[in-house]
């Protein structure tokens, strides 16, 4: 028969043992919790690799070339699913194209003449369509266009040059004639030629944010409008 000093240390021990088990078990159930964060973690940070790459990309308006419709400010959405499916930086190719943009589409692209930036414009003319700018009327095929977004800061008066007179010009296939809507302050097609259906991006479909820094901050009306 033990004695009580014998008793007593068996009790400690056991109960060392439960405190063990308690540290152990708590702290596996703490890992259990990390881990599950982290999975989360990884889950939505490839989640949003994957949207931002293929479906839906953010892009700021650092411009006034395409106002009225898009502000300097004005940060964009825009669907890059809508023509194909596109490989993302650094490759940026066309794996799969299943659609192309239409006259009136508002795009982005890679500049022709530095592929490290984006733009944005319309689309005026597609592949196999004539193009002529006429004293600031745009005509395709020989037919004065109806160009309902186009604004002209300074009305009638003219410039020599391509800004007002343009063409005409027959668009090559898999390319795309774009211009921005503030025709009398846009470096667009009139100045560097076609933009290649491989480097479009995507079409520009929602103003989620827009602020002005130097007025009123935050222009609340334009917040979810749709980019026509």
Known sequence: MPSADESTVAVDQRAQEVKRSSRQAHTNQQKSVTREYVEALLVALLLAF??????????????????????IGDHILVNKFLYGLRLPYPIETTLWEWGQPNRGDVIVFIYPRDRSKDFIKRVVAVAGDSIEVRHKAVHINGSKVDDPHATFKYGEQEIPGPRDNFGPITVPPHKLF?????????????FWGFVDLDDVKGKAFLIYWSWDGTDRWVRWERLGGLIH
């Open 50 to 71: 994957f949207i931002r790459s293929f479906i839906v990309q953010a892009f700021k308006i650092p411009s006034g070339s395409m106002l009225p419709t898009l502000q």
């Open 178 to 190: 774009v211009m921005g809507d503030n025709r009398d302050e846009s470096h667009d097609g009139r």
